[in-house]
């Protein structure tokens, strides 16, 4: 399977502990961007690489956020201290770097903090 | 302000077309998509608009017009497969490329 990969699929956590979510994208492409999604809504940005540079995050991000890509292809997101907001569905997407190029999205990986 | 709306819910009948609206006001304009997205799945690319006019692609087309802040999908010969939310997202002006979303229009297709 050539597409974005995530994982894990799915991961349940206690409030205050510490996650760490994985991205492969697809092996061509530059760019690397995660969303978070909750139900009934649609994705939500939050920060994106190209190659290894972090070049951009959302304020969504606070400070509990982290987010790495050192050899500029997986990239991995850390949640210090979960919250129950944080319970969302957490999207990696890949693409070209060129405006028109779409960005392919992987599963996702769904967390719920009780 | 970054805003994207579309509706919430539309139901539509097996063999029928449907026209799901998406208006935009976003500090820049570098092109419209729209992604399929069934429960519990990742988003699907769908189509491209950058340009005024008309882009179709099989059963699906989707239309732009940069000045009014429009955009629309169009969904021919419905299926029951085809029920499923479906995402506006427009590219701002900036060179990163990262996507804004609309909520999302639910479709249920009928019988």
């Known amino acids: 399977d050539t597409g974005v990969s995530q994982d894990p699929r799915h991961k349940i956590t206690k409030r205050g502990q510490n996650v760490t979510f994985r991205c492969d994208p697809i092996?061509?492409?530059?760019?690397l961007y995660w969303y978070r999604q909750t139900l009934g809504q649609g994705p939500e940005f939050l920060t994106y690489?190209?190659?290894?540079?972090?070049?951009?995050k959302s304020r969504l991000l606070s400070d509990r956020f982290s987010a790495e890509r050192p050899k500029g292809s997986f990239s991995t997101l850390e949640i210090q201290r979960t919250e129950q907001g944080d319970s969302a569905m957490y999207l990696c997407?890949?693409?070209?770097?060129?405006?028109?190029?779409?960005?392919?999205f992987g599963p996702g990986t769904r967390l719920t903090v009780t | 302000g970054q805003n994207i709306d579309q509706p919430t819910e539309m139901t539509a009948t097996e063999g029928a077309i449907v026209q799901i609206n998406c208006t935009y006001q976003t500090s820049g304009f570098n092109g419209l998509f729209w992604y399929q997205q069934h429960a519990g799945e990742a988003p699907t690319f769908l189509s491209y608009?950058?340009?005024?006019g008309l882009e179709e692609k099989g059963r699906f087309s989707s239309f732009l017009s940069r000045s009014k802040g429009y955009s629309y999908l169009l969904l021919k010969e419905l299926q029951m497969k085809d029920s499923a939310s479906y995402l506006c997202a427009v590219r701002g002006d900036n060179q990163g490329g990262k996507l804004i979303f609309g909520q999302g229009t639910e479709l249920s297709v009928k019988p």
């Open positions: 997407a890949s693409s070209l770097a060129a405006a028109s190029y779409e960005q392919y």
């Open positions: 608009n950058v340009l005024d």
């Open positions: 092996s061509e492409h530059n760019r």
């Open positions: 690489f190209q190659n290894e540079a972090q070049l951009e």
